[in-house]
């Protein structure tokens, strides 16, 4: 059975009631182009969680310098890989193909093309990129198809606690007299992080709204996002938000 639930948003309440979806088995009763969405949305992280394991989180160990660092990333890598096998079950039980689910298949984030070199940069990485991460994962907290929101409420304390790692290994490095090392990885990282909450007027992001399964637009997304990093970068760790590019165009 499903339940009619209240509109999250004037831009849902102008299409149609948002429903809540219980289970995998009653995506049935809803319009193919429902499924779709959901099928976006777990794909996405599937293939997201896997890469950023495999280029990032496990590389890291390595960087990390001392034995509780790589401890602490080992845990993280842990994490992301467990990220990846949670949004896989669910995959499976929807049915996607697993090639869907393979990175030389869907091409990932462009975040992730990222070369990374050092412990400072993992760090901003961390920081930031998993700060990004969260608000992502709280979109998801109140997301009409159930099975979704339970693993975004199962996932969402260890983002939130990447990014507190990342944040405490970058106020580490600048009380150590190292804020160079992490202002030239924010040089180099942050560039390209806008990007990373898709275009603005974005249609799938209006369908994922209009189904319930998302709440804000990329770039009320995005606009969060600029706030607390240029706030956590000058205020926090006194340093300087570096220059960003112009957003990315409506595709
Ligand atoms: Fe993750
Ligand atoms: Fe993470």
């Known amino acids: 059975m499903t339940t009619v639930a209240p509109a999250r948003s004037s831009a849902a309440a102008a299409h149609a009631p948002v429903v809540d979806v219980k289970t995998v088995a009653e995506i049935a009763t809803q319009p193919p182009e429902y499924r779709v969405a959901v099928e976006k949305i777990v794909v996405s992280h599937a293939v997201n969680e896997l890469h950023g394991a495999q280029v990032f989180d496990e590389p890291a160990i390595r960087l990390a310098p001392t034995p509780y660092a790589k401890w602490l990333t080992c845990r993280v890598a842990m994490e992301e890989y467990h990220h990846h096998v949670r949004f896989k079950g669910l995959a499976d039980e929807l049915g996607i193909a697993p090639e869907r689910l393979d990175?030389?298949?869907?091409?990932?984030?462009?975040?992730?093309?990222?070369?990374?070199?050092?412990?400072?940069?993992?760090?901003?990485?961390?920081?930031?990129?998993?700060?990004?991460?969260?608000?992502?994962?709280?979109?998801?907290?109140?997301?009409?198809?159930?099975?979704?929101?339970?693993?975004?409420?199962?996932?969402?304390?260890?983002?939130?606690?990447?990014?507190?790692?990342?944040?405490?290994?970058?106020?580490?490095?600048?009380?150590?007299?190292?804020?160079?090392?992490?202002?030239?990885?924010?040089?180099?990282?942050?560039?390209?992080?806008?990007?990373?909450?898709?275009?603005?007027?974005?249609?799938?992001?209006?369908?994922?709204?209009?189904?319930?399964?998302?709440?804000?637009?990329?770039?009320?997304?995005?606009?969060?996002?600029?706030?607390?990093?240029?706030?956590?970068?000058?205020?926090?760790?006194?340093?300087?938000?570096?220059?960003?590019?112009?957003?990315?165009?409506?595709?």
Not at 117 to 122: I, L, M, P, S, V
Not at 168 to 175: I, K, T
Not at 195 to 215: C, I, T
Not at 236 to 248: E, F, I, S, T, V
Request: net charge negative; aromatic share 10%; glycine share 4%.
């Open 103 to 251: 990175p030389a298949v869907k091409k990932p984030l462009s975040i992730f093309e990222f070369d990374l070199r050092t412990w400072a940069e993992f760090c901003v990485i961390k920081a930031v990129a998993d700060y990004a991460e969260v608000l992502q994962v709280e979109d998801l907290l109140h997301c009409s198809f159930h099975p979704l929101r339970n693993l975004a409420r199962l996932t969402m304390p260890e983002e939130k606690f990447h990014a507190k790692f990342g944040r405490d290994f970058c106020q580490e490095l600048v009380d150590a007299g190292r804020g160079d090392e992490v202002q030239a990885a924010l040089e180099r990282y942050m560039p390209i992080t806008p990007a990373f909450f898709g275009a603005a007027g974005s249609k799938n992001n209006e369908m994922f709204r209009r189904f319930g399964l998302k709440q804000r637009s990329n770039e009320e997304m995005r606009a969060d996002f600029l706030v607390r990093v240029t706030e956590l970068v000058e205020k926090d760790l006194g340093l300087k938000m570096p220059a960003l590019p112009a957003l990315p165009a409506v595709h």
